[in-house]
């Protein structure tokens, strides 16, 4: 048995079409079976509310008299791009203000435009003769703008990877703050509410098919951007009437070391045409897994510390190496479900009716890196390999003596398996000189959090942990633990010095 989108749209039009949401629909197959449940059901509504930090909206300011090509232009001191046209510009969520940082961003403005705050509009231009002047400020309502068109190019993730952090300190990431040593695990979406969850095979969400879009209708552009359908990690570039939107589904957020983000509200409403939309819709969270991976590591291919269902991250913890690990989603689910009560309240009052794609996804499309010509300098090109080194049951004596003959300010200290346990400096020998206690070997005086780096760790990684723990050495560590190298603050002032070439 099939049904056609027209009789689907026939029966929303009579007001006798049967629509529920992702949440029900599993008990309905259940109790019906999926025959019964083709017949019942006509459709599904989806939702998600999380961050989608690609986000951000068209916006046509209409002509000033005398008229300006704006060439740069500001929205209460958020930049936006305005290489379009003469009045034209797009409106990022994640731009920053010029004189309040990340605490106000191209999100914020957009959240005020539609809660109908005014904007005050800056725009300067070297003149032209068509265009003389050269500046302009205003403050404009979201009614007083000719269009404002929100295009989101990547909306709506299919499935995220879960993060957490195995590193010794905080972490501020767009994922939220990760604790130390996998102290927490954060994630996003809705799950078997989410819209792509509910069509894994792209068969009823493409383009041109109507969408809730930040309390709004809106349209499915196509695949967004950076869209993997490959490797289960499709998403969705979506348009709608900013004009039309609400404050209550487009929310402006600032995440702590990253930046400011826009959280969006979008559902898709799926015609239930056939027993494969059926079984689609009919997902559960059980069924639907990520991965949890370690943002600590800094690279694409962050490690995976395991694989879970979202119903496991829904419970408030999952299992780790046999420890329980509290979770916490970034995402809202009750903003989810209004999302999909909202989609739902539409089509039964008749005021949405439905489209099949009039291009489908490419089920086949898979991202990849960005393609480097310039090579990535590595620790390994600029250590020192000369490493004078201690071990914990040697004299503090010793230490000194080698500290003293200039070779080096850092001690690396070894453990008897020659693996590293510490570290020592001048300036730890000079504190115990002067110390009271009974200080006697080295491992009464070193430091025994080490901060270190590896071989292939990008050098400007490397840099990055001198400068956030002001230190000026790290021990360069092999897998087994081995001190194979130190990286000064010198060696990186020869780089800088342009001694490395690419």
Known sequence: MEKSIEEINTRIRDGNARVVTAEEMPEIVAELGEEEALREVDVVTTGTFGAMCSSGAFLNFGHADPPIRMERVWLNDVEAYSGLAAVDAYLGATSESTTQGNAYGGAHVLEDFVSGKSIELRAISKGTDCYPRRTVTTTLLLEDLNDAVMVNPRNSFQCYDAATNMTERVLHTYMGMLLPHSGNVSFSGAGALSPLAND?????????????????????????????????????????????????????????????TMYVGVGVPIPVVDLDVVRSTAVRDEEIMTDIVDYGTPSNNRPTIARVSYAELKSGKVEIDGEEIRTSSLSSYRKAREVAESLRTWVEAGSMELALPTRRFNAAKRTGPMRETKVVPRVREIMDTRVVAVTEDEPISTAAAKLLKGETNHLPVLNGDGQLVGIVTTYDVTKAVGSTRDLTVVRDIMTRRVVRTTPEEAVDIAAQKLERHNISALPVVDPANRVIGMLSAIDLGKLLGGRWQA
């Open 200 to 260: 894994p095979a792209y068969r009823v969400i493409g383009s041109g098919v109507p969408i809730f879009l930040g309390g709004a209708q809106g349209m499915i552009v196509g695949q967004g951007t950076q869209s993997s359908p490959a490797t289960g990690f499709a998403n969705l570039m979506t348009t709608g009437n900013l004009k039309e939107m609400s404050a209550d589904f487009l929310r402006a957020a600032t995440f702590t070391g990253y930046g400011v």
